[in-house]
């Protein structure tokens, strides 16, 4: 049976990779890290795999050097996947320096708690499309210029740095995923397509009036959380370490997502959508579209979702989901 830690295991990409390897037959060693709001809301995306026998939950915080040793120490994992991080890129500036701490010192302290205490450990760097930044040359690939434009993306391009310098220099089994937007109904809700969808689904249930928006111009290449965790989980299983892009290879806007979600629902944007300059960025990334060919020639990997089945999936899970909630109000009031 395999060992795999899996940092960050609460977050959307963390859950879907822990359903996956479980299924595998994995032992999974998911991280969390305590903070004040309850625990029971903090882990709504694990809640299913609590009570697995192959499921252990630990505390750890990726910028505590000695949490990770004590991990690696202790389970000897197989498999490292560094998912933790300060993932919003707009809070990225308003909290520059911890989300650095978080996105950076985070990968190095496990790259170092590897080669120290268990060298064979194979590790998959969760890097990102929002290093290429403005650079608007498409699509964007493997050759294509890094040229961040946020705090969150610089923090990432240094641990991506990183992870290649362990490969060459210490021949740590180390891969980096430059992954492009990946959205589930276990999405954040503050990511644009989550805000949407659960927006859309209170509209349509008389629970909320007004959706506030910012730049609609900006184009993603948006697949699914569950194809793209297996992408990672196929990265790790090749004989040797290397760097992949993850993408659908198309783009839409936030204005077309928007227009899809809304006019599924049967909702009309003008009557709900209001531009609010307080969720525009210092600096946006205008577009993104990525080419995932290396991945598919090398490792085989397809992505199953398109667009539309991703923000339809999205939407009516949020339906469901404030409608559970609205009954239960009703009920717990009659
Ligand atoms: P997510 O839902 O925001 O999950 C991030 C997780 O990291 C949360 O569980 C969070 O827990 C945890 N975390 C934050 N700071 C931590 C710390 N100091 N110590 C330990 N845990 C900490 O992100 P995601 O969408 O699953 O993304 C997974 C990874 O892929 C991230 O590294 C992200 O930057 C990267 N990525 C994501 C995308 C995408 O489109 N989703 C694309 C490219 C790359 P708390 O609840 O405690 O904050
Ligand atoms: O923004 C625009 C916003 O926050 C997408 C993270 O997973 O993917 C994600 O980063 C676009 C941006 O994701 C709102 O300005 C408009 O242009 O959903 P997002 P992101 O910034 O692309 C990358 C690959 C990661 O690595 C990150 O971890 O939508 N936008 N109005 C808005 N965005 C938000 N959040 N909220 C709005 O109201």
């Known amino acids: 049976m395999k060992t795999a830690i899996i940092t960050g295991v609460t977050g959307q990409d963390g859950s879907y990779l822990s359903d996956l390897l479980i299924d595998k037959g994995y032992k999974v060693i998911g991280t969390y890290r305590r903070t004040v709001s309850d625990f029971e809301n ?3 995306n694990i809640t299913h795999l609590l009570d697995d026998g192959n499921f252990i939950l630990e505390e750890a915080d990726v910028t505590d050097s000695s949490s990770l040793y004590r991990l690696i120490s202790e389970y000897q994992p197989d498999e490292y996947y560094n998912l933790a991080a300060q993932s919003h890129v707009g809070t990225s500036f308003k909290t520059p320096v911890s989300t650095t701490e978080i996105n950076m010192m985070g990968c190095l302290y496990a790259l170092e708690a590897i080669r120290l205490q268990k060298p064979s450990c194979k590790f998959y760097q969760a890097s990102t499309s929002e290093m290429f930044g403005d650079n608007t040359q498409c699509p964007q690939g493997l050759d294509t210029h890094f040229s961040p434009v946020s705090p969150y993306a610089c923090a990432k391009l240094a641990a991506h740095h990183m992870v290649s310098t362990y490969r060459k220099s210490y021949g740590i089994y180390a891969c980096s995923g430059i992954l492009f937007n990946h959205e589930s109904p276990r999405r954040g809700e503050n990511f644009v397509t989550r805000k949407i969808t659960k927006a859309a689904a209170r509209i349509k249930l008389g629970l909320q009036d ?4 910012g730049n609609l111009s900006a184009q993603r290449d948006w ?8 992408g990672m989980w196929m990265m790790l299983q090749h004989e040797v370490a290397d760097d992949y892009v993850l993408a659908t290879g198309k783009t ?3 204005q077309e997502f928007l227009e899809y979600v809304f006019d599924y629902a049967g909702l009309d944007i003008k009557d709900h959508v209001v531009i609010d300059p307080k969720f525009y960025r210092p600096c946006e990334v205008p577009k993104l579209w990525g080419d995932p060919s290396k991945m598919m020639k090398t490792l085989g990997w397809v992505p199953e979702y398109d667009f539309e089945e991703l923000a339809m999936e999205m939407y009516e899970q949020d339906l469901k989901k404030q409608y559970f909630k609205l009954n239960k109000t009703i009920d717990s009031n009659v």
């Open 42 to 44: 903090k882990c709504q």
């Open 210 to 213: 007004e959706l506030r928006l």
């Open 223 to 230: 697949g699914h959380a569950a194809d793209y965790v297996k």
């Open 252 to 254: 839409n806007s936030v």
